[in-house]
């Protein structure tokens, strides 16, 4: 049976696919969804009212929150009973709303911590990062502009700095699979920009789902759209015909 559905992802080239999802807290349906899939190197943009389920999906994926019901498959993978740490060895790598990076560390140290296979009590046994590392970091954060920050306490980055030094994180971490919730949240437009542009570029070599409530942002990175409502998936497509549904102009585009 696993085999089976292994080869079936495969084939379909889906990086990620929920079945029959249920979520429930207390008796109170988080997410309820049929069906969700999302290809390889495809960003997809999950748009929906505060409350619709946007963080619990991407936790389900992550293995952050347990379904109550229902199936999760990652790159062809079932994960519904993994836990997060296998999920994140697989190719799962995490931004969360809040950044979260360590404050008292500097952007180079973040970037370093963040390199594959650093959080783990081998660390002081891997020995430095390589000359290839070190030259894909300094890339990474002279695309953000960070470069000048190199050796500045994170606790001292603005807002948007803190942003883009997680996504950098992020990528030097180099998942298969990228879950970005609410990049563009309390930036300036200039770093609105910043930003869409890096997602954009990420495309080329990740999966990306990407978690927005910026309406101008979605229609510059997203080609297909997922609507999130009260846990369900009220509409699916671009962003023209997602902007036309009915239903979706009174949960969400309407307010
Ligand atoms: N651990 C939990 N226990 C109980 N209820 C929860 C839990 N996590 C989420 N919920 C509830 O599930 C619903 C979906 O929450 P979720 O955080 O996924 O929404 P969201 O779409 O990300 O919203 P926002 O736009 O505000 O970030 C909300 O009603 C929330 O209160
Ligand atoms: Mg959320």
Same mark, same amino acid.
């Given at each position: 049976?696993?085999?089976?559905?292994?080869?079936?992802?495969?084939?379909?080239?889906?990086?990620?696919?929920?079945?029959?999802?249920?979520?429930?807290?207390?008796?109170? +349906?988080?997410?309820?969804?049929?069906?969700?899939?999302?290809d390889?190197?495809?960003?997809?943009?999950?748009?929906g009212?505060?409350?619709?389920?946007k963080?619990?999906?991407?936790?389900?994926?992550?293995?952050?929150?347990?379904?109550?019901?229902? /199936?999760?498959?990652?790159?062809?993978?079932?994960?519904?009973?993994?836990?997060?740490?296998?999920?994140a060895?697989?190719?799962?790598?995490?931004k969360f709303?809040?950044?979260?990076?360590?404050?008292?560390?500097?952007?180079?140290?973040?970037?370093?911590?963040?390199?594959?296979g650093?959080?783990?009590?081998?660390?002081?046994?891997?020995?430095?990062?390589?000359?290839?590392?070190?030259?894909?970091?300094f890339?990474?954060?002279?695309?953000?502009?960070?470069?000048?920050?190199?050796?500045?306490?994170? +606790?001292?980055?603005?807002?948007?700095?803190?942003?883009?030094l997680?996504?950098?994180?992020?990528?030097?971490?180099?998942?298969?699979?990228?879950?970005?919730?609410?990049?563009?949240?309390?930036?300036?437009?200039?770093?609105?920009?910043?930003?869409?542009?890096?997602?954009?570029?990420? +495309?080329?070599?990740?999966t990306?789902?990407?978690?927005?409530?910026?309406m101008?942002?979605?229609?510059?990175?997203?080609k297909?759209?997922?609507?999130?409502?009260?846990? /369900?998936?009220?509409?699916?497509?671009?962003?023209?015909?997602?902007?036309k549904?009915?239903?979706?102009?009174?949960?969400?585009?309407?307010?």
């Amino acid at each position: 049976m696993v085999a089976a559905a292994h080869a079936a992802d495969v084939a379909t080239g889906h990086m990620v696919v929920l079945k029959d999802v249920l979520v429930s807290f207390d008796g109170f +349906k988080a997410l309820d969804i049929k069906a969700f899939s999302v290809d390889c190197n495809e960003l997809r943009v999950v748009i929906g009212p505060n409350g619709a389920g946007k963080t619990t999906l991407c936790d389900v994926i992550s293995g952050k929150t347990r379904v109550t019901s229902g /199936k999760v498959h990652f790159d062809g993978v079932d994960t519904t009973h993994l836990p997060d740490v296998e999920i994140a060895r697989l190719g799962v790598g995490r931004k969360f709303q809040t950044p979260t990076v360590f404050d008292s560390l500097t952007v180079y140290e973040n970037m370093e911590l963040a390199l594959p296979g650093r959080r783990n009590v081998w660390r002081n046994l891997i020995g430095s990062e390589t000359t290839a590392q070190r030259e894909q970091i300094f890339a990474l954060l002279n695309r953000v502009n960070l470069l000048p920050d190199l050796n500045t306490p994170a +606790k001292y980055l603005s807002h948007g700095q803190r942003q883009w030094l997680e996504i950098s994180m992020l990528i030097v971490a180099d998942p298969k699979l990228l879950l970005v919730d609410e990049p563009a949240a309390g930036l300036t437009d200039r770093e609105t920009d910043l930003t869409a542009e890096l997602l954009l570029e990420l +495309k080329a070599q990740h999966t990306l789902i990407v978690i927005e409530h910026d309406m101008d942002f979605v229609r510059r990175i997203g080609k297909r759209i997922t609507v999130l409502n009260e846990g /369900k998936v009220l509409a699916d497509g671009t962003m023209d015909e997602v902007q036309k549904d009915p239903a979706v102009i009174e949960a969400y585009l309407g307010r």
